[in-house]
């Protein structure tokens, strides 16, 4: 089939990449002429293992292509995907100005009717709201057909996520709309839910926000553990080998970040505020989590007194491994805290750090290896389990540091290990080793 996709951002990208490979003709359209003539060289313009290989060579076989004209790029698509951001107002809503404008560009430019399938995650009532929008804009004859086909793709596998999903929610108004889209997602041999608009996008919000529940559950029990001497990761494999409750998303730590668990579920919180149901449970969950992100350094405080000219070294500052995505990060409410406190930050990173003088403003140092940043330093700090930080030797802290003191905000080594390296170490819901 012959596929438009608007934005190509982490989401467009992914999805007109997946879809090409799947056989599609596709086309990307974006408004930022600089990303189209760099992903027109086949360079992708996101950090994503198995993004470049699978677009160049989909480039190469003339069913991926990308470009900044609307008219050009959906001629003759009978599919046209949204796939643009959707940013947390000030208020918590999200803000839909992004998809508005996506929508009325292609209704302005199709020439014949289409279906628009809309990706971007939104509060549930848009998708028909859009559709109402985009046909009042549409030239005499062309109609539309909406469909929501919410993505569940995870930043860092998002390869991986798309071809191995476990279901793809279809959401439409209309029987046939719903096994057009049955038939475009058919090659990716994924499970597929069709229902109604509104309970698509509610399972996309829903989703995150139960995701969300578990990261908040597990870290207060964890804080709890620490409390009455129980370790949480003993807590969780116990607890997770109960099918009915599943060992993932109970790796207890400093907290979620990331580009959408903060976002969704302030999304519906407010979505929740507006139509006068009072998320209580939820809200909850994001005050936990904006707690357990300052945890280490009141742990840190409570070890140190004043942390006034000590070298800490962060290792870390992408808001989990195999991204160089800072949004929402642990770090970036740590560290402007360590600076406040005048400590001297001495940041590592090993794909995220040239994103680092982009998101934290105040005078941090930046380090090549984690080696670097530890040598001479008082203290380091865990905040992304990154491969090569997990797989470290914890002797290689008593070898360079002045003090081998470790603050593990995602529980890295085993208690033993830490303790046969002679290091001093606090890490979440488990015993300290001092
Ligand atoms: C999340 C969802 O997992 C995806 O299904 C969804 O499509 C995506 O949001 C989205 O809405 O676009 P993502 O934000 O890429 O994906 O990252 P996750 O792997 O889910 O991790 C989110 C955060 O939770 C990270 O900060 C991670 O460190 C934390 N986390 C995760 C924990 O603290 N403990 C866990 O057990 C799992």
Known sequence: MKIAVIGTGYVGLV???????????VTCID????????????????????????MLKNQQRNRLRFTDQHRAGLEGAEAVYLAVGTPQRADGSANLQYVEQAALDVAEHIQKSVIVVIKSTVPVGTNQRIKRLMM????PGVSIKIASNPEFLREGSAIHDTFHGDRIIIGTEDYETA??????NAPFGIPVVKTDLFSSEMIKYASNAFLATKISFINEIANLCEKLGADVEEVSKGMGLD?????????AGIGYGGSCFPKDTNALVQLAGNHHHDFNLLKSVIEVNNHQQCL??????????SLHDKRIAVLGLAFKPNTDDLRESPALVMIPK??????????YDPIAANQGARWISEPVAYTKNVAESLSGADCAVIITDWPDIKRMNPETYVRLMRTPIVFDGRNCYPIPVA?????????IGRPDVV
């Open 15 to 25: 999805t007109g990449v997946a879809l090409s490979e799947i056989g599609h003709t």
């Open 31 to 54: 408004v930022d002429p600089r990303k189209i003539e760099e992903l027109n060289q086949g360079i992708p313009t996101i950090y994503e293992p198995g993004l470049g290989d699978m």
């Open 136 to 139: 009042q804009h549409t030239r």
């Open 179 to 184: 096994h057009v889209l049955e038939e475009i």
């Open 243 to 251: 099918h009915r409750i599943g060992n993932a998303f109970l790796k």
């Open 296 to 305: 280490l350094i009141e742990k840190m405080v409570a070890r140190f007194g």
């Open 338 to 347: 360590l600076v406040e406190l005048g400590a001297d930050v001495v940041c």
């Open 419 to 427: 303790r046969k390296a002679t290091i001093e170490y606090y890490s």
